[in-house]
């Protein structure tokens, strides 16, 4: 959800002149708001394309501030389904990988970004019983 974020970016259109972080946006300009970019910059994750579950540990995770990471969006329009996305996620994984061991063994995902972020390929894994 972080390195391959299916929505990968966000638009907003401030209704009136505002001023962010210093800079002035005019009414009906358009904002992107990429988690893409977001998720893998630098300035908030050391070593920002390894995936590193440790990140997420509560120390680390204060030092962020909290639009560092955020695959559902956030304030009053951010997803109704996170939660459910959440634990869907988490009951299909441990229920697949308490039977199977999957490997990819092809060659590096091609994306395609269309209103999600998705492979761009069909994607073969190689599945063994455990
Ligand atoms: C991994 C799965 C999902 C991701 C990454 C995701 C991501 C997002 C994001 C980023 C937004 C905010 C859009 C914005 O601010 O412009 C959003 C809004 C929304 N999502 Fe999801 N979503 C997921 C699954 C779901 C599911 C399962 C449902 C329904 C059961 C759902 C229903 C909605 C609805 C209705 C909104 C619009 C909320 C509003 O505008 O008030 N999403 N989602």
Excluded at 51 to 66: A, H, K, L, Y
Excluded at 79 to 104: N, P, R, T, W
Aim: with cysteine; glycine share 6%; charged share 30%.
């Amino acid at each position: 959800m972080r390195l391959y974020p299916p929505v990968y970016t966000l638009f907003r259109e401030p209704k009136l002149d505002v001023k962010l972080g210093g800079y002035r946006i005019p009414e009906g300009a358009a904002l992107m708001l990429p988690q893409w970019v977001i998720h893998r910059s630098p300035r908030w994750y050391d070593d920002p394309e390894a995936f590193d579950p440790d990140r997420w540990t509560p120390e680390r995770r204060s030092r962020r501030p909290r639009f560092a990471y955020f695959p559902f969006g956030g304030g009053p329009r951010h997803c109704i389904g996170k939660a459910f996305s959440l634990l869907e996620a988490k009951l299909i994984l441990a229920s697949v990988c308490a039977e199977y061991e999957l490997d990819y063994e092809g060659p590096d995902l091609s994306l395609r970004g269309s209103l999600t972020m998705h492979p761009n390929h069909p994607v073969p894994m190689r599945v063994r019983e455990r």
